[in-house]
């Protein structure tokens, strides 16, 4: 089984287009002014689904003030912080089909930030300028990566390749982002210059690899690939080359994410049709299961500050927000919800 991706969080999102959005029951109101939290990442955006419905939330890193920021308001997935943690970009279907939003965190004040018939997905904000963000934009067979304003003007297509791209990841000095695309008619990861130009192959091949992820000093990225025969976890310098395999798990293995210092990668690996989360160092030695639970845990997320992982789990019977500290201990929940919380995402 493969674990969930960027990738199918972008297809899922478009099938999601024909249901009926609901609020989720016993939404909190948010509170104004969510920003200003103890340390760096002092906050998480997470998605709830709760039937048909889906809402964006913001919590803080020890539960104390969550918010549902979205409230019902048609669909509302995929949540982008900005540079400077003050802002929310995300997609949402309220007035008939996707579309790009975001909302100040100190006042709630929102922002429709696309007006297209084409579809969107994949918000994502620079991580050095506050008012610029990559998206997806075109219909499936055919989309591309686009720059803009946090106003929504001054568009321009970043990528014209054959075939789909998605999720487009910007290496921490905001000049380059990498994305996946199935140019060649399956998926590879491919950079560009933010500034335009040429995409260039990082991973050339018949294989399929997803998930590009900068390191923090933005010399490396580590992505999943199944050239190996399964999927697991690999690290390549920024260029492409020197790829190498950290992991060699028995199940598929995805969503890797580096701790600050990037002397560690955490990831999930699906073990016996349930997710733990794992831990090794960037030279793939000492490998650690982190939860080590018969429940589901997913989606780890390590904070900025590098003193938590966040995660997804069901270990209490529906799937909320977790965090831990990076050796495994001390896990608590953030949420208690109905539905299901997923995909944390922490402010810078």
């Known amino acids: 089984m493969k674990a969930m991706t960027w990738r ?23 509170e ?8 760096r990442g002092g906050w998480l955006a997470f998605t709830v689904l709760q039937g048909d419905g889906r809402d964006v939330y913001v919590v803080n890193r020890d ?8 409230r019902g308001r048609g669909k509302n997935i995929w949540p982008s912080w900005s540079s400077d943690g003050e802002r929310l970009a995300y997609l949402s279907d309220r007035d008939g089909r996707w579309e790009i939003y975001s909302m100040t965190l100190r006042d709630f004040v929102e922002t429709k930030m696309t007006r297209t018939p084409e579809r969107q ?8 300028e506050r008012d610029r963000l990559a998206f997806v934009l075109g219909e499936e067979g055919h989309r591309e990566i686009y720059l803009m304003n946090a106003d929504g003007r001054e568009k321009s297509r970043l990528t014209d390749l054959p075939g789909d791209k998605v999720a487009a990841a910007w290496a ?38 997803e998930t590009p992820v900068w390191s923090p000093d933005g010399t490396k990225i580590a992505f999943e690939s199944n050239r190996d025969g399964h999927w697991e976890i690999y690290v390549m310098a920024a260029d492409g080359s ?14 890797p994410t580096w701790s600050p210092d990037g002397r560690r990668l955490a990831f999930e690996s699906i073990q ?20 080590n639970h018969p429940a589901d845990d997913i989606g780890p997320q390590w904070s900025p500050d590098g003193r938590q992982i966040a995660f997804s789990s069901n270990r209490d019977g529906t799937y909320q927000i977790y965090v831990m500290d990076p050796d495994g201990s001390h896990i608590e929940p953030l949420t208690r919800l109905q539905g299901e919380s997923k995909w944390p995402y922490w402010s810078p």
Request: glycine share 14%; aromatic share 6%; charged share 15%.
């Open 8 to 30: 199918s969080v972008f297809f899922a999102a478009t099938a999601w287009l024909v249901l009926t959005g609901c609020a989720p029951a016993g939404s909190p109101r948010p």
């Open 32 to 39: 104004i002014g969510l920003t200003g939290s103890a340390g």
């Open 63 to 70: 539960g104390r003030h969550l918010s549902n920021v979205t």
């Open 121 to 128: 997905s994949a918000p994502a904000w620079s991580p050095v």
């Open 172 to 209: 921490p000095d905001g000049k380059t982002i990498a994305f996946e695309a199935n140019a060649t008619g399956h998926w590879e990861i491919y950079r560009v210059a933010a500034s335009g130009g040429d995409p260039v192959r990082l991973t050339p091949g018949t294989a399929e690899s």
């Open 242 to 255: 020197h790829p190498g395999r950290l992991t060699r798990m028995e199940g598929t293995t995805s969503n």
């Open 272 to 291: 016996g049709g349930r997710g733990e989360i794992y831990v090794v160092d960037v030279e793939g030695q000492d490998l650690r299961n982190l939860t």
